[in-house]
Nanobody, 128 residues
């Protein structure tokens, strides 16, 4: 496996979770990393992305101010700190790696876009 997500679970509204994306088998430092989510019956959507070059970040409007993406190149890991969780944040969260130009460009790809590496996903449940 090249990309493995962890940290999902059941959390009450207003709670927090920290997701981790551990990468192996490729030169992590050269890849932009993104977090995506998919809820039942909905298209995959980008949540947040972080660039490989300068660590710039991009967030979907619905999570700005609540989620924080970060990367630790020494550990080949990207994190997504999720605070003030809402029921609409629930879904399977996936991590992807690709060589795009910017974090915003990575997050802007259409739902059918095939990133270089995908994880298996981790479930986040926020009951209403």
């Amino acid at each position: 496996l090249h990309v493995v997500e962890s940290g999902g679970g059941l959390v009450q509204p207003g709670g927090s979770l920290r997701l981790s994306c551990a990468a192996s088998g490729f030169t992590f430092d050269n890849y932009d990393i993104g977090w995506f989510r998919q809820a039942p019956g909905k298209e995959r959507e980008a949540v947040s992305c972080i660039s490989s070059t300068d660590g710039t970040t991009h967030y979907v409007d619905s999570v700005k101010g609540r989620f924080t993406i970060s990367r630790d190149n020494a550990k080949n890991t990207v994190y997504l700190q999720m605070n003030s969780l809402k029921p609409e944040d629930a879904g399977v969260y996936y991590c992807a790696a690709d060589r795009t130009t910017t974090a915003q460009a990575m997050c802007a790809q259409p739902p059918w876009y095939g990133y270089d590496y995908w994880g298996q996903g981790t479930q986040v449940t926020v009951p209403s």
